[in-house]
């Protein structure tokens, strides 16, 4: 069975940074283009930030730009978002996703239409 299981999520005051991290089993994510999102309670879920598989090109959600950085490792099979300057506001819980709607078939940054796997997201709070 194919998991996706994000970690790192806790408490942090703004302006702070924080990295979370995904991390796979079940299947290789190497041939696959990752994503995380992001949703708060009352809100639409946010995309983020996603990754492609062949080339590790990058592409973020406007609200981040500048602030956030997407990565993968390969050979741990996991996905990382380096979060800094923190801004605070309501707790949002972050999803990881992977496109294994379309896998290998498709290059460069992952469609939304692709993210069919999630894992079962971290919390992140920021405080002011």
């Known amino acids: 069975q194919v998991q996706l299981v994000e970690s790192g999520g806790g408490l942090v005051q703004a302006g702070a940074s924080l990295t979370l991290s995904c991390a796979a089993s079940?299947?290789?994510?190497?041939?696959?283009?990752m994503g995380w999102f992001r949703h708060a309670l009352g809100k639409e879920r946010e995309f983020v930030a996603g990754?492609?598989?062949?080339?590790?090109?990058?592409h973020y959600g406007d609200s981040v730009k500048g602030r956030f950085t997407i990565s993968r490792e390969n050979a741990k099979n996991t996905v990382y978002l380096q979060m800094n300057s923190l801004k605070p506001g309501a707790t949002d819980v972050y999803y990881c996703?992977?496109?294994?709607?379309?896998?290998?078939?498709?290059?460069?940054?992952?469609?939304?239409?692709?993210?069919?796997?999630w894992g079962q997201g971290t919390q992140v709070t920021v405080s002011s």
């Open positions: 079940g299947r290789t994510l190497s041939s696959i283009g």
């Open positions: 996703a992977a496109d294994t709607r379309y896998g290998s078939r498709w290059r460069g940054i992952p469609s939304l239409l692709g993210f069919a796997l």
């Open positions: 990754i492609s598989w062949n080339d590790a090109s990058t």
